[in-house]
Protein backbone atom coordinates (compact mmCIF):
# COMPACT_ATOMS: atom_id res chain seq x y z
CA UNK A 1 0.00 0.00 0.00
CA UNK A 2 1.38 3.51 -0.84
CA UNK A 3 1.71 6.05 1.87
CA UNK A 4 0.46 9.65 1.58
CA UNK A 5 0.66 12.32 3.76
CA UNK A 6 -2.93 13.85 4.20
CA UNK A 7 -2.97 17.86 4.72
CA UNK A 8 -4.82 19.04 8.54
CA UNK A 9 -6.59 22.46 8.50
CA UNK A 10 -6.14 22.85 11.92
CA UNK A 11 -3.24 25.23 13.19
CA UNK A 12 -1.01 24.28 16.39
CA UNK A 13 -2.63 25.28 19.50
CA UNK A 14 0.42 27.58 21.02
CA UNK A 15 -1.97 29.64 23.67
CA UNK A 16 -5.15 29.20 25.58
CA UNK A 17 -6.75 26.84 27.36
CA UNK A 18 -6.26 23.14 25.98
CA UNK A 19 -9.08 21.20 25.40
CA UNK A 20 -8.55 18.73 27.54
CA UNK A 21 -8.24 21.30 30.39
CA UNK A 22 -11.38 23.59 29.17
CA UNK A 23 -13.08 19.53 29.38
CA UNK A 24 -12.06 19.39 32.71
CA UNK A 25 -12.69 22.42 34.22
CA UNK A 26 -16.16 22.48 32.66
CA UNK A 27 -17.02 19.38 33.98
CA UNK A 28 -15.64 20.06 37.55
CA UNK A 29 -17.81 22.92 37.29
CA UNK A 30 -20.66 21.26 36.29
CA UNK A 31 -20.30 18.97 39.37
CA UNK A 32 -20.07 21.19 41.66
CA UNK A 33 -23.08 23.84 40.70
CA UNK A 34 -24.79 20.24 40.81
CA UNK A 35 -23.35 19.84 44.44
CA UNK A 36 -24.42 22.74 45.79
CA UNK A 37 -27.95 22.57 44.06
CA UNK A 38 -28.44 19.03 45.83
CA UNK A 39 -27.17 20.76 49.32
CA UNK A 40 -29.23 23.60 49.29
CA UNK A 41 -32.33 21.14 47.96
CA UNK A 42 -31.85 19.07 51.16
CA UNK A 43 -31.47 22.00 53.50
CA UNK A 44 -34.88 23.27 52.10
CA UNK A 45 -36.23 19.73 52.87
CA UNK A 46 -38.40 18.57 55.60
CA UNK A 47 -35.48 16.62 58.40
CA UNK A 48 -36.24 13.35 58.74
CA UNK A 49 -38.29 11.64 61.95
CA UNK A 50 -35.02 11.56 63.95
CA UNK A 51 -31.23 12.52 63.25
CA UNK A 52 -30.01 9.44 61.43
CA UNK A 53 -32.90 9.21 59.24
CA UNK A 54 -31.56 12.84 58.32
CA UNK A 55 -28.25 11.65 57.78
CA UNK A 56 -29.64 9.01 55.43
CA UNK A 57 -31.68 11.33 53.22
CA UNK A 58 -28.24 13.53 52.92
CA UNK A 59 -26.74 10.32 51.33
CA UNK A 60 -29.29 9.39 49.71
CA UNK A 61 -29.82 12.02 47.46
CA UNK A 62 -26.21 12.20 46.86
CA UNK A 63 -26.58 8.76 45.69
CA UNK A 64 -29.05 9.95 43.63
CA UNK A 65 -26.81 12.46 42.28
CA UNK A 66 -23.61 9.93 41.86
CA UNK A 67 -25.63 7.65 39.90
CA UNK A 68 -26.65 10.72 37.09
CA UNK A 69 -22.56 11.32 36.72
CA UNK A 70 -22.19 7.35 36.35
CA UNK A 71 -24.78 7.58 33.19
CA UNK A 72 -23.00 10.76 31.87
CA UNK A 73 -19.73 9.01 32.45
CA UNK A 74 -21.01 6.21 30.01
CA UNK A 75 -22.73 8.17 27.65
CA UNK A 76 -19.61 8.29 25.48
CA UNK A 77 -20.69 11.98 24.61
CA UNK A 78 -18.86 12.90 21.92
CA UNK A 79 -17.60 16.61 23.28
CA UNK A 80 -16.19 14.72 26.36
CA UNK A 81 -14.79 11.56 25.05
CA UNK A 82 -12.92 14.02 21.88
CA UNK A 83 -11.06 16.30 25.11
CA UNK A 84 -10.86 13.79 27.33
CA UNK A 85 -10.74 10.01 25.94
CA UNK A 86 -12.21 7.01 27.05
CA UNK A 87 -9.88 5.36 28.91
CA UNK A 88 -9.78 8.63 31.44
CA UNK A 89 -13.66 8.59 31.23
CA UNK A 90 -13.04 5.10 32.15
CA UNK A 91 -11.24 5.67 35.47
CA UNK A 92 -13.61 8.78 36.53
CA UNK A 93 -16.56 5.99 35.91
CA UNK A 94 -14.60 3.27 38.25
CA UNK A 95 -14.14 6.01 41.25
CA UNK A 96 -17.20 7.24 40.96
CA UNK A 97 -19.00 3.35 41.08
CA UNK A 98 -16.88 2.93 44.38
CA UNK A 99 -17.98 6.05 45.85
CA UNK A 100 -22.07 5.51 44.79
CA UNK A 101 -21.21 1.93 46.25
CA UNK A 102 -20.45 3.13 49.61
CA UNK A 103 -22.67 6.30 49.72
CA UNK A 104 -25.55 3.50 48.62
CA UNK A 105 -24.29 1.12 51.81
CA UNK A 106 -23.96 4.17 54.28
CA UNK A 107 -27.35 5.46 53.20
CA UNK A 108 -29.05 1.82 53.31
CA UNK A 109 -27.68 0.91 56.80
CA UNK A 110 -28.70 4.22 57.95
CA UNK A 111 -32.29 4.17 56.87
CA UNK A 112 -32.47 0.40 58.56
CA UNK A 113 -30.68 1.75 61.87
CA UNK A 114 -32.88 5.18 61.83
CA UNK A 115 -35.98 3.28 61.77
CA UNK A 116 -35.37 0.53 64.47
CA UNK A 117 -34.11 3.91 66.94
CA UNK A 118 -38.02 5.03 65.68
CA UNK A 119 -40.33 2.02 66.67
CA UNK A 120 -37.75 0.33 69.27
CA UNK A 121 -36.92 -2.81 67.25
CA UNK A 122 -34.07 -5.03 66.25
CA UNK A 123 -32.21 -4.08 62.48
CA UNK A 124 -33.00 -7.42 62.04
CA UNK A 125 -36.86 -7.20 62.02
CA UNK A 126 -36.68 -3.48 61.12
CA UNK A 127 -35.03 -4.41 57.65
CA UNK A 128 -37.98 -7.12 56.87
CA UNK A 129 -40.27 -4.18 57.56
CA UNK A 130 -39.01 -2.21 54.92
CA UNK A 131 -39.09 -4.99 52.81
CA UNK A 132 -42.83 -4.72 52.48
CA UNK A 133 -42.55 -1.11 51.97
CA UNK A 134 -42.35 -1.13 48.04
CA UNK A 135 -40.38 2.09 47.91
CA UNK A 136 -38.16 0.40 50.49
CA UNK A 137 -38.01 -2.92 48.50
CA UNK A 138 -36.96 -1.25 45.24
CA UNK A 139 -34.28 0.68 47.07
CA UNK A 140 -33.09 -2.84 48.52
CA UNK A 141 -32.69 -4.11 45.17
CA UNK A 142 -30.93 -1.37 43.89
CA UNK A 143 -28.06 -1.43 46.29
CA UNK A 144 -27.97 -5.39 46.31
CA UNK A 145 -27.02 -5.13 42.66
CA UNK A 146 -24.88 -2.12 43.06
CA UNK A 147 -23.11 -4.10 46.29
CA UNK A 148 -22.89 -6.85 43.57
CA UNK A 149 -20.90 -4.90 41.06
CA UNK A 150 -19.03 -3.49 43.49
CA UNK A 151 -17.16 -6.48 44.14
CA UNK A 152 -17.04 -8.65 40.92
CA UNK A 153 -15.40 -4.97 39.93
CA UNK A 154 -12.50 -5.86 42.44
CA UNK A 155 -9.24 -5.88 40.60
CA UNK A 156 -8.61 -9.98 42.24
CA UNK A 157 -12.31 -10.78 40.86
CA UNK A 158 -11.73 -8.77 37.58
CA UNK A 159 -8.81 -10.26 36.53
CA UNK A 160 -10.30 -13.37 36.91
CA UNK A 161 -13.48 -13.21 34.49
CA UNK A 162 -13.27 -12.46 30.34
CA UNK A 163 -14.14 -9.72 29.58
CA UNK A 164 -17.36 -10.28 27.61
CA UNK A 165 -18.63 -11.63 31.60
CA UNK A 166 -17.62 -8.82 33.31
CA UNK A 167 -19.08 -6.54 30.51
CA UNK A 168 -22.66 -8.87 30.54
CA UNK A 169 -22.41 -8.41 34.50
CA UNK A 170 -21.25 -4.99 34.38
CA UNK A 171 -25.17 -4.26 32.68
CA UNK A 172 -26.70 -4.98 35.49
CA UNK A 173 -26.09 -1.61 36.81
CA UNK A 174 -28.64 0.18 34.37
CA UNK A 175 -30.98 -2.26 35.85
CA UNK A 176 -29.75 -0.84 39.68
CA UNK A 177 -30.71 2.86 38.23
CA UNK A 178 -34.19 1.72 36.75
CA UNK A 179 -34.70 0.40 40.42
CA UNK A 180 -33.00 3.97 42.11
CA UNK A 181 -35.46 5.94 39.32
CA UNK A 182 -38.24 3.87 40.50
CA UNK A 183 -37.42 3.99 44.13
CA UNK A 184 -36.84 8.05 43.70
CA UNK A 185 -40.33 8.50 42.41
CA UNK A 186 -41.98 6.38 45.32
CA UNK A 187 -40.14 8.55 47.76
CA UNK A 188 -42.12 11.95 48.77
CA UNK A 189 -40.77 13.31 51.47
CA UNK A 190 -37.32 14.39 49.86
CA UNK A 191 -37.74 14.72 46.27
CA UNK A 192 -40.72 16.00 45.71
CA UNK A 193 -40.20 18.47 48.73
CA UNK A 194 -41.15 21.18 46.63
CA UNK A 195 -41.61 22.10 42.88
CA UNK A 196 -38.19 23.67 42.57
CA UNK A 197 -36.67 20.29 43.58
CA UNK A 198 -39.38 17.98 41.51
CA UNK A 199 -38.57 20.10 38.11
CA UNK A 200 -35.07 19.23 39.56
CA UNK A 201 -34.53 15.75 39.63
CA UNK A 202 -36.89 15.33 36.21
CA UNK A 203 -34.61 17.30 34.68
CA UNK A 204 -31.59 15.61 35.63
CA UNK A 205 -32.72 11.83 35.01
CA UNK A 206 -34.29 12.47 31.53
CA UNK A 207 -31.54 14.70 30.66
CA UNK A 208 -29.02 11.79 31.66
CA UNK A 209 -30.78 8.84 30.19
CA UNK A 210 -31.55 10.41 27.60
CA UNK A 211 -27.71 11.10 27.01
CA UNK A 212 -27.41 7.69 27.51
CA UNK A 213 -29.75 6.36 24.97
CA UNK A 214 -28.65 8.74 22.59
CA UNK A 215 -24.76 7.90 22.75
CA UNK A 216 -24.85 4.07 23.09
CA UNK A 217 -28.09 3.24 21.27
CA UNK A 218 -29.54 5.94 18.76
CA UNK A 219 -25.92 7.48 17.34
CA UNK A 220 -24.30 3.90 16.22
CA UNK A 221 -27.75 2.69 14.91
CA UNK A 222 -27.77 6.07 13.08
CA UNK A 223 -24.23 5.57 11.77
CA UNK A 224 -24.54 2.21 10.59
CA UNK A 225 -27.55 2.51 8.68
CA UNK A 226 -26.57 5.79 7.05
CA UNK A 227 -23.38 4.49 6.19
CA UNK A 228 -23.75 0.62 5.68
CA UNK A 229 -20.41 -0.37 6.57
CA UNK A 230 -19.19 -3.47 4.45
CA UNK A 231 -15.89 -5.17 5.01
CA UNK A 232 -13.39 -4.30 1.36
CA UNK A 233 -10.34 -6.42 1.96
CA UNK A 234 -8.71 -8.60 4.26
CA UNK A 235 -4.75 -8.12 4.20
CA UNK A 236 -2.32 -10.48 6.21
CA UNK A 237 0.01 -8.56 7.08
CA UNK A 238 2.27 -11.00 8.75
CA UNK A 239 1.91 -14.38 10.02
CA UNK A 240 -0.50 -12.98 13.21
CA UNK A 241 -1.21 -9.59 11.88
CA UNK A 242 -4.34 -8.78 9.98
CA UNK A 243 -5.34 -5.47 8.40
CA UNK A 244 -9.38 -5.39 7.77
CA UNK A 245 -10.31 -2.34 5.35
CA UNK A 246 -14.29 -1.58 5.65
CA UNK A 247 -16.08 0.63 3.45
CA UNK A 248 -19.48 2.14 3.46
CA UNK A 249 -21.44 5.32 2.11
CA UNK A 250 -20.59 8.56 2.72
CA UNK A 251 -18.00 8.22 4.84
CA UNK A 252 -16.57 11.75 4.32
CA UNK A 253 -19.23 13.08 6.74
CA UNK A 254 -18.04 10.60 9.75
CA UNK A 255 -16.78 12.23 12.31
CA UNK A 256 -13.12 10.47 12.38
CA UNK A 257 -9.53 11.38 13.39
CA UNK A 258 -6.11 9.53 12.95
CA UNK A 259 -5.91 8.12 16.05
CA UNK A 260 -8.98 7.09 17.40
CA UNK A 261 -10.54 3.77 17.35
CA UNK A 262 -13.77 1.75 16.76
CA UNK A 263 -15.31 -0.63 18.69
CA UNK A 264 -16.05 -3.13 15.59
CA UNK A 265 -18.47 -6.33 15.20
CA UNK A 266 -18.63 -8.17 12.63
CA UNK A 267 -22.15 -9.97 12.36
CA UNK A 268 -22.24 -13.29 10.71
CA UNK A 269 -18.67 -14.22 11.72
CA UNK A 270 -19.04 -13.71 15.51
CA UNK A 271 -21.53 -13.53 18.08
CA UNK A 272 -23.57 -10.13 18.20
CA UNK A 273 -22.15 -9.47 21.53
CA UNK A 274 -18.22 -9.85 20.59
CA UNK A 275 -16.80 -6.91 20.20
CA UNK A 276 -13.19 -5.59 20.50
CA UNK A 277 -11.55 -2.02 20.41
CA UNK A 278 -8.93 -1.23 17.62
CA UNK A 279 -7.47 2.17 16.43
CA UNK A 280 -7.78 3.39 12.98
CA UNK A 281 -4.55 2.57 11.15
CA UNK A 282 -4.68 4.61 8.87
CA UNK A 283 -6.19 7.91 8.73
CA UNK A 284 -9.60 8.42 7.50
CA UNK A 285 -10.13 9.99 3.99
CA UNK A 286 -13.82 9.59 3.39
CA UNK A 287 -12.83 6.19 1.30
CA UNK A 288 -12.90 3.87 3.77
CA UNK A 289 -11.61 3.18 7.60
CA UNK A 290 -8.36 0.05 7.94
CA UNK A 291 -7.86 -1.42 11.03
CA UNK A 292 -5.19 -3.42 12.03
CA UNK A 293 -4.99 -6.32 14.52
CA UNK A 294 -2.37 -8.54 16.10
CA UNK A 295 -3.76 -11.85 16.91
CA UNK A 296 -4.05 -11.69 20.71
CA UNK A 297 -7.57 -13.12 21.14
CA UNK A 298 -9.74 -15.39 19.52
CA UNK A 299 -11.72 -12.42 17.88
CA UNK A 300 -8.47 -10.43 16.55
CA UNK A 301 -7.45 -14.19 15.81
CA UNK A 302 -10.16 -14.95 13.74
CA UNK A 303 -10.07 -11.39 11.60
CA UNK A 304 -8.30 -12.73 8.93
CA UNK A 305 -11.60 -15.25 8.31
CA UNK A 306 -13.63 -12.16 7.57
CA UNK A 307 -15.77 -12.94 4.88
CA UNK A 308 -15.21 -9.65 2.09
CA UNK A 309 -18.39 -7.82 1.23
CA UNK A 310 -19.68 -9.00 4.96
CA UNK A 311 -21.62 -6.05 6.93
CA UNK A 312 -19.49 -4.55 9.88
CA UNK A 313 -21.21 -2.66 13.00
CA UNK A 314 -18.81 0.44 13.98
CA UNK A 315 -19.19 2.25 17.08
CA UNK A 316 -17.62 5.52 17.46
CA UNK A 317 -15.19 6.70 16.72
CA UNK A 318 -13.98 7.41 19.82
CA UNK A 319 -10.67 8.64 22.10
CA UNK A 320 -8.88 12.21 22.56
CA UNK A 321 -5.35 10.47 20.85
CA UNK A 322 -5.63 13.05 18.18
CA UNK A 323 -4.19 16.21 16.63
CA UNK A 324 -6.27 18.45 18.49
CA UNK A 325 -4.41 18.41 21.73
CA UNK A 326 -0.80 19.63 19.73
CA UNK A 327 0.40 22.50 21.48
CA UNK A 328 3.55 22.68 19.74
CA UNK A 329 5.24 22.50 16.33
CA UNK A 330 7.49 19.05 16.67
CA UNK A 331 6.19 15.76 17.86
CA UNK A 332 7.44 12.39 19.09
CA UNK A 333 5.54 9.84 18.61
CA UNK A 334 6.59 6.41 21.39
CA UNK A 335 4.76 3.48 20.42
CA UNK A 336 5.15 -0.33 21.29
CA UNK A 337 3.97 -3.03 19.75
CA UNK A 338 0.52 -2.79 17.89
CA UNK A 339 0.38 0.35 19.49
CA UNK A 340 2.00 1.58 16.28
CA UNK A 341 -1.22 1.49 14.69
CA UNK A 342 -3.24 4.90 15.37
CA UNK A 343 0.88 6.65 15.34
CA UNK A 344 0.94 5.22 12.13
CA UNK A 345 -2.31 6.72 10.86
CA UNK A 346 -1.51 10.34 12.50
CA UNK A 347 1.66 10.09 10.45
CA UNK A 348 -0.82 10.89 7.41
CA UNK A 349 -1.68 13.93 8.49
CA UNK A 350 0.60 17.00 8.21
CA UNK A 351 0.47 20.57 10.45
CA UNK A 352 2.39 23.30 8.30
CA UNK A 353 5.84 23.28 9.90
CA UNK A 354 5.87 20.14 12.07
CA UNK A 355 8.65 17.47 12.71
CA UNK A 356 7.97 14.25 13.95
CA UNK A 357 10.66 11.64 15.54
CA UNK A 358 9.17 8.07 16.17
CA UNK A 359 10.12 5.72 18.93
CA UNK A 360 9.16 1.99 18.35
CA UNK A 361 9.63 -0.18 20.77
CA UNK A 362 9.60 -4.56 20.16
CA UNK A 363 11.16 -7.34 20.61
CA UNK A 364 13.51 -7.80 17.36
CA UNK A 365 12.44 -6.11 13.70
CA UNK A 366 10.64 -9.26 12.77
CA UNK A 367 7.67 -7.88 15.38
CA UNK A 368 7.51 -4.43 14.10
CA UNK A 369 3.90 -4.23 12.98
CA UNK A 370 3.89 -2.18 9.35
CA UNK A 371 7.07 -1.26 9.64
CA UNK A 372 7.70 -0.17 5.90
CA UNK A 373 4.56 2.17 6.04
CA UNK A 374 6.23 3.75 9.30
CA UNK A 375 9.61 4.00 7.29
CA UNK A 376 7.86 5.46 3.85
CA UNK A 377 6.12 8.54 6.00
CA UNK A 378 8.44 9.60 8.11
CA UNK A 379 10.62 9.81 5.16
CA UNK A 380 7.43 11.79 3.70
CA UNK A 381 7.51 13.93 6.34
CA UNK A 382 11.71 14.30 6.20
CA UNK A 383 11.08 12.57 10.02
CA UNK A 384 13.46 9.78 12.43
CA UNK A 385 12.55 6.69 13.14
CA UNK A 386 14.42 4.86 15.86
CA UNK A 387 13.75 1.09 16.21
CA UNK A 388 14.18 0.37 19.97
CA UNK A 389 14.05 -3.78 20.10
CA UNK A 390 14.76 -5.89 22.91
CA UNK A 391 13.03 -8.04 25.38
CA UNK A 392 11.18 -6.48 28.54
CA UNK A 393 13.20 -5.43 31.34
CA UNK A 394 15.94 -5.27 28.57
CA UNK A 395 18.55 -2.38 28.99
CA UNK A 396 20.23 -0.56 26.13
CA UNK A 397 23.71 -0.22 25.21
CA UNK A 398 24.21 2.48 27.73
CA UNK A 399 22.54 0.53 30.69
CA UNK A 400 20.03 2.16 30.44
CA UNK A 401 16.30 1.34 30.23
CA UNK A 402 14.87 2.27 26.42
CA UNK A 403 12.75 4.90 27.98
CA UNK A 404 14.85 6.09 30.72
CA UNK A 405 15.32 9.71 30.64
CA UNK A 406 19.15 9.78 29.99
CA UNK A 407 18.38 7.46 26.47
CA UNK A 408 15.48 9.93 25.49
CA UNK A 409 17.61 13.25 26.06
CA UNK A 410 20.09 11.32 23.61
CA UNK A 411 17.69 10.07 21.19
CA UNK A 412 15.71 13.58 21.02
CA UNK A 413 17.75 16.56 22.46
CA UNK A 414 14.70 18.84 21.87
CA UNK A 415 12.23 15.87 23.74
CA UNK A 416 10.71 19.22 25.92
CA UNK A 417 10.10 21.48 23.09
CA UNK A 418 7.25 18.91 21.50
CA UNK A 419 4.56 17.01 21.67
CA UNK A 420 4.49 13.76 23.38
CA UNK A 421 2.31 10.76 22.15
CA UNK A 422 2.22 7.41 23.74
CA UNK A 423 0.60 4.26 22.70
CA UNK A 424 1.53 0.87 23.79
CA UNK A 425 1.11 -1.88 26.36
CA UNK A 426 0.61 -1.24 29.87
CA UNK A 427 3.74 -1.35 31.05
CA UNK A 428 5.83 0.10 28.38
CA UNK A 429 3.38 3.42 28.78
CA UNK A 430 4.25 3.64 32.31
CA UNK A 431 8.10 3.81 31.50
CA UNK A 432 7.86 6.13 28.92
CA UNK A 433 5.81 8.16 31.02
CA UNK A 434 8.39 7.83 33.77
CA UNK A 435 10.76 8.89 31.73
CA UNK A 436 8.84 12.17 30.32
CA UNK A 437 7.87 13.03 34.09
CA UNK A 438 12.13 12.93 34.81
CA UNK A 439 12.54 15.10 31.82
CA UNK A 440 10.12 17.21 33.25
CA UNK A 441 8.11 17.48 30.27
CA UNK A 442 5.65 19.72 30.73
CA UNK A 443 2.04 17.50 31.64
CA UNK A 444 0.48 19.89 28.80
CA UNK A 445 2.68 18.06 25.97
CA UNK A 446 2.13 14.55 27.09
CA UNK A 447 -0.49 12.41 25.56
CA UNK A 448 -1.20 8.69 26.54
CA UNK A 449 -3.67 6.19 25.60
CA UNK A 450 -4.11 2.98 27.10
CA UNK A 451 -6.02 0.11 25.48
CA UNK A 452 -9.02 -1.75 26.49
CA UNK A 453 -12.23 -0.19 27.86
CA UNK A 454 -13.19 -1.62 31.36
Not at 15 to 26: E, Q, S
Not at 34 to 43: G, P, T
Not at 84 to 110: E, K, N, P, Q, Y
Amino acid sequence: MGADVVSVSEAVRRDGVPPADAARWATGAFVIANVAIVEALFLGAAPGKNGVLTVAKFFGVHAALLMFLQLLLVARLPWLDRRIGMDRLTVWHRWTGFSLLWTVVTHAVLVVLGYARLDDASMGKTFLALGGVPASLLGMLAAAVIVAIGVISTRPLRRRLRYEVWHGLHLLLYVALGLSFAHQLLETKTFTSSPVATAYWWTLWLFAFGALLAGRVALPLWRNAYHRFRVAAVVPESENVVSVYVTGRHLGKLPARAGQFCIWRFPGHEHWWTANPFSLSAAPTGEGLRLTAKAAGSTSAGLRNVPVGSRAFVEGPYGAFTSLHRTRPGALLIAGGVGITPVRAMLEERTAGDDVVVLYRVRSEDDAVLLDEVRELVGLRGGRLHLLTGRTGEHGEHGEPPFGPGRLRRLVPDITGRDVYVCGPPAMTAAALAGLKDLRVPARQVHAERFGLA
